[in-house]
């Protein structure tokens, strides 16, 4: 394959595993969070879910100003002689900060669906916090903690307006697939363009179909079914 071809799709899709899987710590743990808030939990919900309807360019503005050389963070990495901006590190930010809130409202939804009840009978048994959210919460919302992963990648992996402002669109470094086809479009390479959206339409409905495959194999698993009852 050419490099010019291959570099966008795997810078995309290492951003968007990488993303995925910071995204799926920080949901769960907001999800979690939020729910336990005796104090302002919708001002919580509200900051946690804003990325997902502010428009991307906005995102990406006020990550500018929060990691710009001028801001706390950016004289901080100035002491290592590090910028964040416009480096691959940035996209992984940029693709974090937009897929979270789906991460964190499939994930809260999920939790919140869960028979109190048992939650109560392991508190009234003695198991700790830690051990109920372990073996009886994360268990039982399997599934739409699941569907907030394949979110979270899709959406990773198709970043364009907070990527563009805070990682720019260097070839080879910050180019991802979603600027590649911009790019692309701009210079009325049209069948350059056509390859790339065929490329993002494909892995992310791969993505899709093989987590529902591998769900709907989990879920006629008698064992794995006692396994997590269990």
């Known amino acids: ?59 990406g503005f006020f990550l ?21 901006i416009f480096s691959w590190e940035a996209t992984v930010v940029s693709a974090v900060v937009v897929s979270f809130p789906l991460m964190y409202r499939t994930a809260r939804g999920a939790f919140e669906q869960l028979d109190n009840n048992i939650i109560y009978a392991a508190r009234i048994l003695g198991i700790s916090e830690w051990k109920i959210f372990w073996r009886v919460m994360l268990p039982n919302s399997f599934y739409g903690i699941m569907a ?26 910050t180019q991802t697939i979603s600027t590649a086809i911009y790019t692309a479009v701009q210079a009325g390479d049209y069948e350059l363009a056509y390859k790339w959206v065929s490329v993002v339409v494909f892995v992310s409905f791969a993505v899709i179909l093989l987590l529902n495959s591998w769900i709907a194999k989990q879920g006629k698993n008698p064992a794995y079914l006692s396994q997590k009852a269990g």
């Open 64 to 84: 500018l100003i929060s990691l710009g050389k001028n801001s706390f963070a950016g004289k901080f990495f100035a002491l290592f002689d590090y910028n964040l």
């Open 1 to 59: 394959m050419d490099s010019a071809l291959f570099t966008p799709i795997w810078i995309s899709v290492k951003t968007a595993l990488l993303a995925t899987v910071i995204t799926f710590f920080l949901g769960i743990y907001a999800a979690v969070y939020v729910i336990r808030a005796k104090n302002y939990q919708g001002f919580w919900d509200g900051l946690f879910t804003l990325p997902m309807v502010l428009p991307p360019t906005v995102v």
């Open 148 to 173: 907030g992963v394949v979110l979270a990648f899709t959406r990773a992996l198709g970043e364009f307006g907070a990527t563009i402002m805070v990682a720019g669109n260097i070839p080879g470094k």
